[in-house]
T-cell receptor, first 114, second 110 residues
Framework: NAGVMQNPRHLVRRRGQEARLRCSPMKGHSHVYWYRQLPEEGLKFMVYLQKENIIDESGMPKERFSAEFPKEGPSILRIQQVVRGDSAAYFC????????????FGAGTRLSVL | GQQLNQSPQSMFIQEGEDVSMNCTSSSIFNTWLWYKQEPGEGPVLLIALYKAGELTSNGRLTAQFGITRKDSFLNISASIPSDVGIYFCAGQGGSEKLVFGKGMKLTVNP
């Protein structure tokens, strides 16, 4: 039973480019969460999605960041026109219906903006 | 917004020693979770707590959900080298999002 799969593990972008981070939840999980972690810090909530719906995006920056979880395929976190301050580790977590508090994390995508 | 204060920030211990860490919150949580993160990896769930006063063990790990619902502690007994990592507390209030502490970096000297 595969865990939460994130790709790519490492992503390098130049300022102004777009970054696309993918997350496939655990089998049977229909809730996806995205968190960002800066060096020496804890994880900070960004967005919570169910299939085809954004439930809570209170942690998402108002500009350049967007997230989706389509009916088919992985969840995507998209960062447009990246800046150096976007460099961080981005983690996806998933949970099962009815047990929303147990979130299982992927290994993360480490984004470096040059 | 909700904040978690996790302490200590780091600990250096000898193999075989016990270690304790705690988290306090400015607001009430309904669930407390403890995760461990190793370099280059995502957080791995260690223990989940659901009720005030609850004391739960997982092998050499013991965690408690404070009576006030604003704090939790984690204890690791008889530490071994593979306990090395960063330990995070996380709380969940009225929504699904988790609020994380800043982590406690544990170093175990063999």
């Amino acid at each position: 039973n595969a865990g939460v799969m994130q790709n790519p593990r490492h992503l390098v972008r130049r300022r102004g480019q777009e970054a696309r981070l993918r997350c496939s939840p655990m089998k049977g999980h229909s809730h996806v969460y995205w968190y960002r972690q800066l060096p020496e810090e804890g994880l900070k909530f960004m967005v919570y999605l169910q299939k085809e719906n954004i439930i809570d995006e209170s942690g998402m920056p108002k500009e350049r960041f967007s997230a989706e979880f389509p009916k088919e395929g992985p969840s995507i976190l998209r960062i447009q026109q990246v800046v150096r301050g976007d460099s961080a580790a981005y983690f996806c977590a998933s949970s099962q219906i009815g047990t929303l508090d147990i979130q299982y994390f992927g290994a993360g995508t480490r984004l470096s903006v040059l | 917004g909700q904040q978690l204060n996790q302490s200590p920030q780091s600990m250096f211990i000898q193999e075989g020693e016990d270690v304790s860490m705690n988290c306090t919150s400015s607001s009430i949580f309904n669930t407390w979770l403890w995760y461990k993160q190793e370099p280059g990896e995502g957080p791995v769930l260690l223990i989940a707590l659901y009720k005030a006063g609850e004391l739960t063990s997982n092998g050499r790990l013991t965690a408690q959900f404070g009576i006030t619902r604003k704090d939790s502690f984690l204890n690791i007994s008889a530490s071994i080298p593979s306990d090395v990592g960063i330990y995070f507390c996380a709380g969940q209030g009225g929504s699904e999002k988790l609020v994380f502490g800043k982590g406690m970096k544990l170093t175990v000297n063999p």
